[in-house]
T-cell receptor, first 113, second 111 residues
């Protein structure tokens, strides 16, 4: 089955700096890719989803890059701020797959002044 | 307004006791899921359902049962709770393009 490896498990970032979280996956049939954010003691909130071919999506303060050739998904936090302190999870699924998503183990990001 | 509501939000149970975690959705989604979150293990799928009165096993179903009496409701049942089942449990519904929408979670402590 699908395996998703997420790196690094922990990340300390100075406020204003950028940081990158990377996930690699194994299933070449993977089609939908997600990033979820989980603040301490809270639920998982969808940050962004991407699919199809190599793609860059930009949100508010972050960029998501998908490289299907290398089976790599990355989340780039740009100009980190304290509100970015949270756990981030990547998740992957095939196109028509009922069994939900396969998650990475998560990255705990701490933003310090 | 929360579209996926879990109850209780926290629970302390005794070893060998029965525990029922409930999930109610207003997303009108067919798919519902129960995940377990442990430190160092991310989220792991326990059971899921795509229609009322039917449930399917996920990746770690041992020690858990599920019930889907209606489209809106999905329960996770621990018939004989064990220490190893201490974790945070999340219910989620599945929307378009396989997007999951999570409830607030239930923190279960088995003593």
């Amino acid at each position: 089955g699908e395996q998703v490896e997420q790196r690094p498990p922990h990340l300390s970032v100075r406020e204003g700096d950028s940081a990158v979280i990377t996930c690699t996956y194994t299933d070449p049939n993977s089609y939908y890719f997600f990033w979820y954010k989980q603040e301490p003691g809270a639920s998982l909130q969808l940050l962004m989803k991407v699919f199809s071919s190599t793609e860059i999506n930009e949100g508010q303060g972050f960029t998501v890059l998908l490289n299907k050739k290398d089976k790599r998904l990355s989340l780039n936090l740009t100009a980190a701020h304290p509100g970015d302190s949270a756990a981030y999870f990547c998740a992957v699924s095939e196109r028509n797959y009922a069994q939900g998503l396969t998650f990475g183990l998560g990255t705990r990001v701490s933003v310090f002044p | 307004e929360a579209a996926v509501t879990q109850s209780p939000r926290s629970k302390v149970a005794v070893t060998g006791g029965k525990v029922t975690l409930s999930c109610h959705q207003t997303n009108n989604h067919d798919y519902m899921y129960w995940y377990r979150q442990d430190t160092g293990h991310g989220l792991r799928l326990i059971h899921y359902s795509y229609v009322a009165d039917s449930t399917e096993k996920g990746d770690i179903p041992d020690g858990y049962k599920a019930s889907r009496p209606s489209q809106e409701n999905f329960s996770l049942i621990l018939e004989l709770a064990s220490l190893s089942q201490t974790a945070v449990y999340f219910c989620a519904t599945g929307g378009s393009q396989n997007t999951l929408y999570f409830g607030a979670g239930t923190r279960l402590s088995v003593l």
